[in-house]
Protein backbone atom coordinates (compact mmCIF):
# COMPACT_ATOMS: atom_id res chain seq x y z
CA UNK A 1 0.00 0.00 0.00
CA UNK A 2 1.53 3.21 -1.34
CA UNK A 3 0.72 6.78 0.36
CA UNK A 4 2.01 10.44 -0.02
CA UNK A 5 1.52 13.30 1.64
CA UNK A 6 2.04 15.65 -1.03
CA UNK A 7 -0.96 17.33 -3.22
CA UNK A 8 1.15 17.70 -5.54
CA UNK A 9 3.86 15.16 -6.98
CA UNK A 10 4.36 12.67 -9.74
CA UNK A 11 1.83 9.42 -9.81
CA UNK A 12 3.02 6.25 -7.89
CA UNK A 13 4.30 4.78 -11.51
CA UNK A 14 5.97 7.42 -12.63
CA UNK A 15 8.31 7.78 -9.45
CA UNK A 16 8.68 4.18 -8.70
CA UNK A 17 10.19 4.20 -12.74
CA UNK A 18 12.28 1.18 -13.07
CA UNK A 19 11.73 -0.27 -9.85
CA UNK A 20 7.98 -0.95 -10.37
CA UNK A 21 9.59 -4.06 -12.73
CA UNK A 22 10.56 -5.55 -9.49
CA UNK A 23 7.50 -5.58 -7.91
CA UNK A 24 5.78 -7.37 -10.99
CA UNK A 25 8.09 -9.73 -11.14
CA UNK A 26 7.55 -10.77 -7.61
CA UNK A 27 3.99 -11.39 -8.42
CA UNK A 28 4.27 -12.66 -11.82
CA UNK A 29 6.37 -15.70 -10.41
CA UNK A 30 3.10 -16.70 -9.07
CA UNK A 31 1.57 -18.86 -11.35
CA UNK A 32 -1.85 -17.39 -10.28
CA UNK A 33 -0.62 -13.92 -10.49
CA UNK A 34 -1.10 -13.51 -6.95
CA UNK A 35 0.78 -13.06 -3.56
CA UNK A 36 0.00 -12.65 -0.15
CA UNK A 37 1.93 -11.96 3.25
CA UNK A 38 1.95 -14.91 5.45
CA UNK A 39 3.09 -14.85 9.34
CA UNK A 40 4.65 -11.39 11.23
CA UNK A 41 7.44 -10.17 10.24
CA UNK A 42 11.32 -10.11 11.44
CA UNK A 43 12.32 -6.77 13.28
CA UNK A 44 16.05 -6.02 13.60
CA UNK A 45 16.94 -3.19 15.51
CA UNK A 46 20.51 -1.60 13.97
CA UNK A 47 22.46 1.06 15.96
CA UNK A 48 23.17 3.68 12.58
CA UNK A 49 21.45 5.39 10.58
CA UNK A 50 18.66 4.60 8.01
CA UNK A 51 21.20 5.28 5.15
CA UNK A 52 23.61 2.89 6.55
CA UNK A 53 21.45 0.07 5.40
CA UNK A 54 20.04 1.64 2.20
CA UNK A 55 23.36 1.97 1.21
CA UNK A 56 24.82 -1.04 2.01
CA UNK A 57 22.61 -2.96 -0.25
CA UNK A 58 23.45 -2.22 -3.17
CA UNK A 59 27.21 -1.29 -2.70
CA UNK A 60 28.90 -4.49 -4.23
CA UNK A 61 32.43 -4.48 -2.75
CA UNK A 62 31.76 -5.34 0.78
CA UNK A 63 29.96 -8.65 0.32
CA UNK A 64 33.29 -10.97 -0.59
CA UNK A 65 35.22 -9.14 2.38
CA UNK A 66 32.40 -8.16 4.97
CA UNK A 67 30.70 -12.11 4.67
CA UNK A 68 33.73 -13.70 4.97
CA UNK A 69 32.84 -14.76 8.61
CA UNK A 70 29.59 -16.46 7.79
CA UNK A 71 29.08 -16.80 3.77
CA UNK A 72 33.19 -18.19 4.05
CA UNK A 73 33.53 -20.19 7.07
CA UNK A 74 29.99 -21.88 5.72
CA UNK A 75 31.29 -23.16 2.43
CA UNK A 76 34.90 -24.18 4.53
CA UNK A 77 32.94 -26.27 7.00
CA UNK A 78 31.27 -27.71 3.76
CA UNK A 79 34.17 -28.38 2.33
CA UNK A 80 35.81 -30.02 5.15
CA UNK A 81 33.20 -32.13 6.76
CA UNK A 82 31.40 -33.31 3.10
CA UNK A 83 32.20 -35.64 0.23
CA UNK A 84 32.46 -34.55 -3.39
CA UNK A 85 28.94 -36.52 -3.84
CA UNK A 86 27.18 -34.41 -1.17
CA UNK A 87 24.35 -33.06 -2.41
CA UNK A 88 24.90 -28.67 -1.88
CA UNK A 89 22.03 -28.35 1.36
CA UNK A 90 19.79 -25.12 -0.12
CA UNK A 91 21.06 -23.16 3.22
CA UNK A 92 24.74 -23.09 1.14
CA UNK A 93 23.43 -22.24 -2.03
CA UNK A 94 22.36 -19.25 -0.30
CA UNK A 95 24.96 -18.35 1.74
CA UNK A 96 28.00 -19.26 -0.45
CA UNK A 97 27.11 -15.93 -3.50
CA UNK A 98 27.86 -13.77 -1.26
CA UNK A 99 31.69 -14.59 -1.09
CA UNK A 100 31.90 -14.94 -5.02
CA UNK A 101 34.88 -12.66 -6.46
CA UNK A 102 34.89 -9.50 -7.62
CA UNK A 103 34.24 -10.05 -11.32
CA UNK A 104 30.82 -11.19 -10.44
CA UNK A 105 29.99 -8.62 -8.29
CA UNK A 106 31.27 -6.55 -11.65
CA UNK A 107 29.45 -8.24 -13.49
CA UNK A 108 26.02 -7.84 -11.95
CA UNK A 109 26.00 -4.65 -12.69
CA UNK A 110 24.23 -1.83 -11.12
CA UNK A 111 20.73 0.79 -12.45
CA UNK A 112 19.53 3.41 -10.95
CA UNK A 113 16.98 5.36 -11.54
CA UNK A 114 14.89 9.23 -11.09
CA UNK A 115 13.88 10.02 -7.54
CA UNK A 116 16.84 7.66 -6.21
CA UNK A 117 16.03 3.79 -6.38
CA UNK A 118 17.96 1.13 -7.84
CA UNK A 119 19.14 -2.38 -8.38
CA UNK A 120 22.15 -4.34 -8.17
CA UNK A 121 21.90 -7.09 -10.89
CA UNK A 122 19.40 -7.71 -13.63
CA UNK A 123 20.13 -10.54 -15.77
CA UNK A 124 22.64 -12.45 -12.71
CA UNK A 125 22.43 -11.94 -9.06
CA UNK A 126 23.27 -13.93 -6.02
CA UNK A 127 20.33 -15.82 -6.39
CA UNK A 128 20.40 -17.08 -9.70
CA UNK A 129 22.45 -19.86 -9.33
CA UNK A 130 19.38 -21.89 -6.94
CA UNK A 131 18.55 -25.61 -7.95
CA UNK A 132 15.55 -25.75 -9.39
CA UNK A 133 11.99 -26.46 -7.08
CA UNK A 134 10.39 -29.79 -8.51
CA UNK A 135 7.04 -29.04 -10.44
CA UNK A 136 7.26 -25.15 -10.19
CA UNK A 137 8.61 -24.20 -13.84
CA UNK A 138 5.81 -26.70 -15.16
CA UNK A 139 3.02 -24.84 -13.02
CA UNK A 140 4.47 -21.62 -14.37
CA UNK A 141 4.24 -22.89 -18.29
CA UNK A 142 0.85 -23.95 -17.48
CA UNK A 143 -0.03 -20.79 -16.47
CA UNK A 144 2.07 -18.63 -18.39
CA UNK A 145 2.97 -20.44 -22.01
CA UNK A 146 6.65 -21.09 -22.38
CA UNK A 147 7.78 -17.77 -24.04
CA UNK A 148 6.36 -15.65 -21.02
CA UNK A 149 7.64 -18.29 -18.46
CA UNK A 150 11.49 -18.08 -20.13
CA UNK A 151 10.97 -13.83 -19.70
CA UNK A 152 10.06 -13.65 -16.21
CA UNK A 153 12.32 -16.15 -14.55
CA UNK A 154 15.16 -14.15 -16.69
CA UNK A 155 14.73 -11.28 -14.05
CA UNK A 156 17.98 -11.93 -12.40
CA UNK A 157 17.51 -8.71 -10.08
CA UNK A 158 19.76 -9.02 -6.60
CA UNK A 159 17.98 -5.92 -4.27
CA UNK A 160 15.49 -3.26 -5.46
CA UNK A 161 15.88 -0.15 -3.38
CA UNK A 162 13.06 1.71 -3.63
CA UNK A 163 14.14 5.14 -2.10
CA UNK A 164 14.26 5.73 0.75
CA UNK A 165 11.99 3.43 2.29
CA UNK A 166 12.09 0.20 1.20
CA UNK A 167 13.37 -3.00 -0.35
CA UNK A 168 13.01 -5.99 -2.38
CA UNK A 169 13.50 -8.97 -3.68
CA UNK A 170 11.96 -11.06 -6.22
CA UNK A 171 13.72 -14.01 -6.29
CA UNK A 172 12.99 -14.51 -2.15
CA UNK A 173 9.52 -12.78 -2.28
CA UNK A 174 10.63 -10.29 0.68
CA UNK A 175 10.30 -6.92 1.77
CA UNK A 176 12.36 -5.30 3.82
CA UNK A 177 10.85 -1.70 5.26
CA UNK A 178 13.23 0.61 7.06
CA UNK A 179 11.94 2.88 9.44
CA UNK A 180 14.03 5.58 11.20
CA UNK A 181 13.80 5.88 15.05
CA UNK A 182 16.74 8.19 15.56
CA UNK A 183 19.87 9.76 14.38
CA UNK A 184 21.88 6.21 15.41
CA UNK A 185 18.75 3.37 15.48
CA UNK A 186 17.04 2.50 12.55
CA UNK A 187 14.29 -0.61 12.51
CA UNK A 188 14.67 -3.14 9.59
CA UNK A 189 11.15 -4.82 9.20
CA UNK A 190 11.35 -8.42 6.86
CA UNK A 191 8.00 -9.39 5.59
CA UNK A 192 8.14 -12.56 3.53
CA UNK A 193 5.53 -13.25 0.90
CA UNK A 194 3.45 -16.80 -0.72
CA UNK A 195 3.30 -16.61 -3.98
CA UNK A 196 -0.05 -17.91 -4.56
CA UNK A 197 -0.51 -21.58 -6.51
CA UNK A 198 3.39 -22.04 -6.04
CA UNK A 199 4.67 -25.42 -4.54
CA UNK A 200 5.22 -24.70 -1.31
CA UNK A 201 9.11 -25.49 -1.05
CA UNK A 202 9.40 -21.74 -2.97
CA UNK A 203 7.65 -20.24 0.46
CA UNK A 204 9.90 -22.36 2.40
CA UNK A 205 13.10 -21.36 0.95
CA UNK A 206 11.82 -17.90 0.99
CA UNK A 207 11.51 -18.18 4.73
CA UNK A 208 14.79 -20.05 5.27
CA UNK A 209 16.75 -17.09 3.12
CA UNK A 210 14.68 -14.82 5.61
CA UNK A 211 15.72 -16.61 8.57
CA UNK A 212 19.35 -16.78 7.26
CA UNK A 213 19.74 -13.57 5.91
CA UNK A 214 17.22 -11.29 7.39
CA UNK A 215 15.79 -11.92 10.35
CA UNK A 216 17.31 -10.74 13.69
CA UNK A 217 18.86 -13.89 14.80
CA UNK A 218 20.64 -14.23 11.13
CA UNK A 219 23.84 -15.41 10.05
CA UNK A 220 25.13 -13.03 7.78
CA UNK A 221 23.48 -9.66 8.68
CA UNK A 222 25.85 -9.31 12.50
CA UNK A 223 28.62 -9.01 9.70
CA UNK A 224 26.60 -5.50 8.00
CA UNK A 225 25.47 -4.40 11.72
CA UNK A 226 29.38 -4.13 13.15
CA UNK A 227 29.96 -2.57 9.74
CA UNK A 228 27.28 -0.08 10.60
CA UNK A 229 27.62 0.80 14.17
CA UNK A 230 31.73 1.25 13.54
CA UNK A 231 30.86 3.52 10.66
CA UNK A 232 28.45 5.74 12.43
CA UNK A 233 30.74 5.84 15.69
CA UNK A 234 33.71 6.67 13.47
CA UNK A 235 31.16 9.53 11.35
CA UNK A 236 30.24 10.83 14.32
CA UNK A 237 34.05 10.81 16.29
CA UNK A 238 35.26 14.54 17.05
CA UNK A 239 38.00 14.66 14.85
CA UNK A 240 35.98 12.34 12.35
CA UNK A 241 37.20 13.66 8.22
CA UNK A 242 35.10 16.03 7.13
CA UNK A 243 34.87 14.01 3.54
CA UNK A 244 33.62 10.50 2.25
CA UNK A 245 34.96 9.07 -0.54
CA UNK A 246 31.96 8.35 -3.40
CA UNK A 247 34.06 8.75 -6.48
CA UNK A 248 34.41 4.70 -7.21
CA UNK A 249 33.90 5.19 -11.07
CA UNK A 250 33.12 8.95 -10.75
CA UNK A 251 32.84 10.12 -15.19
CA UNK A 252 32.11 6.25 -16.31
CA UNK A 253 28.51 6.00 -15.40
CA UNK A 254 26.96 5.49 -18.58
CA UNK A 255 23.28 7.85 -18.79
CA UNK A 256 20.76 6.95 -21.16
CA UNK A 257 18.04 9.21 -22.10
CA UNK A 258 14.95 8.23 -20.06
CA UNK A 259 16.62 8.90 -16.98
CA UNK A 260 18.24 5.77 -16.19
CA UNK A 261 22.09 5.39 -15.25
CA UNK A 262 23.99 2.41 -15.20
CA UNK A 263 27.25 1.22 -14.21
CA UNK A 264 29.73 -1.40 -13.70
CA UNK A 265 28.49 -3.68 -10.31
CA UNK A 266 31.28 -1.92 -7.97
CA UNK A 267 30.21 1.92 -9.25
CA UNK A 268 29.52 4.43 -5.76
CA UNK A 269 27.13 6.03 -8.62
CA UNK A 270 24.11 4.57 -6.55
CA UNK A 271 25.28 6.27 -3.58
CA UNK A 272 26.29 10.08 -5.38
CA UNK A 273 22.62 9.05 -6.86
CA UNK A 274 20.98 8.66 -3.47
CA UNK A 275 22.70 11.73 -1.96
CA UNK A 276 21.58 13.86 -5.17
CA UNK A 277 18.02 12.90 -4.76
CA UNK A 278 18.39 13.48 -1.06
CA UNK A 279 19.08 17.22 -2.10
CA UNK A 280 16.88 17.88 -4.02
CA UNK A 281 14.23 16.64 -1.33
CA UNK A 282 15.73 18.43 0.94
CA UNK A 283 16.42 22.12 -1.13
CA UNK A 284 13.50 21.82 -3.85
CA UNK A 285 10.51 20.07 -1.81
CA UNK A 286 10.59 16.84 -4.43
CA UNK A 287 10.84 19.04 -7.25
CA UNK A 288 13.14 17.37 -9.49
CA UNK A 289 15.05 19.04 -12.43
FE1 LIG B 1 26.24 -7.30 3.41
Redo the contacts with the bound molecule.
Keep these: MFASLSAEGPPLKTWLSGAAASIDNLVDRSPDGKIEIVGGCFRYLHDSNWKMFIE?LNDAM??MV??QSSSGTAKRVFQDLHKETDAVPFELEMLAPFTNDYGFFEKMGLTAWKYGHSVTGGKISIHSAYSPIPGYAEMMVAAYGEERVKQIFAVNRHNTVVYPSFTLKGAITSVRVVKPIAVNKTVIESWVFRQVGAPEELFTRSITYCNLINSHANL?GP??WEAYHRVQAGLSAQDAGEWISMHRYKGQDHALPDGTTESAGTSDMVFRHEYDTWKNYMLHNGVFP
Design positions: NHPVHVDD
